[in-house]
C-alpha cells in the first residue's frame, strides 16, 4: 500500500465502526447510515480528501444504487461538514437534506 493510501490514527472515519445499518462495503468504501443526518453515506477506505477519480466514480455510483434500493431519489452532497479531512458524501432525498426525508423502500 501506498502512504497515499493509509489510514490516520483517531479519525472516526477511518475507524469505520458499525454504529448505524451499513448498506455496502468493498475495497473502495463503505455505506453506511450517517449518525448525524440519517442519510447514506459513502465513505472512502483510506484517509484523505482526494481520491483518484475512478475511486469518486465507484463510490458516487455505488451511493446511488443503495439509495436507490433502500430510499429513493439522491442527489450526491459531497461538502464534508463535520469530518472535513476524510472524504466522504452524502445522498440526500431529492429536494430535501436529512433521511426522515426520504420515502423508504423496504430492502
Known amino acids: 500500500m501506498s502512504e497515499a493510501f493509509a489510514l490516520a490514527d483517531g479519525c472516526e472515519l477511518?475507524?469505520?465502526l458499525r454504529l448505524t445499518p451499513?448498506?455496502?462495503?468493498?475495497?473502495?468504501?463503505w455505506i453506511a447510515e450517517c449518525e448525524a443526518c440519517g442519510?447514506?453515506?459513502?465513505v472512502w477506505r483510506w484517509h484523505g480528501i482526494a481520491p483518484p477519480a475512478e475511486h469518486v466514480t465507484h463510490m458516487h455510483a455505488r451511493l446511488r444504487a443503495v439509495t436507490e434500493v433502500h430510499f429513493g431519489d439522491c442527489?450526491?452532497?459531497?461538502k464534508m461538514r463535520n469530518i472535513p479531512d476524510h472524504y466522504h458524501a452524502h445522498g440526500r432525498p431529492a429536494g430535501g437534506f436529512w433521511g426522515?426525508?426520504?420515502?423508504?423502500?423496504?430492502g
Open 39 to 42: 442519510t447514506p453515506m459513502v
Open 75 to 78: 442527489y450526491v452532497d459531497d
Open 100 to 106: 426522515w426525508e426520504f420515502p423508504r423502500r423496504p
Open 14 to 16: 477511518c475507524r469505520a
Open 22 to 29: 451499513w448498506y455496502h462495503e468493498d475495497e473502495i468504501c
